[in-house]
């Protein structure tokens, strides 16, 4: 059974950074992963991505203020955040697509 587990959000102040960790267990190999957020009273929506070949997406919103690494033999993923916004609130969550399997999320908040 794949499980995801994420850690590291918290309260932040604007212009400061986080580093979020995605643990992730139950399957074997490469796999494509995600980041996602939900904002309060806001739809679900993505924020970055990781393909199996290392290949990177990131949303416009945090198009070079967002950084996705992981390390694959550990199966942690890492989703790193700089000159974070009040905007960038949420509860964040990581995901495998093909399994369509998500984490419990994690909340990050961002104060002005």
């Known amino acids: 059974q794949v499980q995801l587990v994420e850690s590291g959000g918290g309260l932040v102040r604007a212009g400061g950074s986080l580093r979020l960790s995605c643990a992730v267990s139950?399957?074997?190999?490469?796999?494509?992963m995600a980041w996602h957020r939900q904002a309060p009273g806001k739809p679900r929506e993505f924020v970055a991505s990781?393909?199996?070949?290392?290949?990177?997406k990131f949303a416009d919103s945090v198009m070079g203020r967002a950084f996705v690494t992981r390390d694959i033999l550990k199966k942690l993923e890492f989703l790193e955040m700089n000159t974070l916004k009040p905007e960038d609130t949420g509860v964040y969550y990581c995901?495998?697509?093909?399994?369509?399997?998500w984490g419990q999320g994690t909340q990050v908040t961002v104060s002005s």
């Open positions: 995901t495998l697509p093909e399994f369509n399997a």
């Open positions: 139950g399957i074997l190999g490469n796999y494509d």
């Open positions: 990781i393909d199996a070949t290392g290949h990177r």
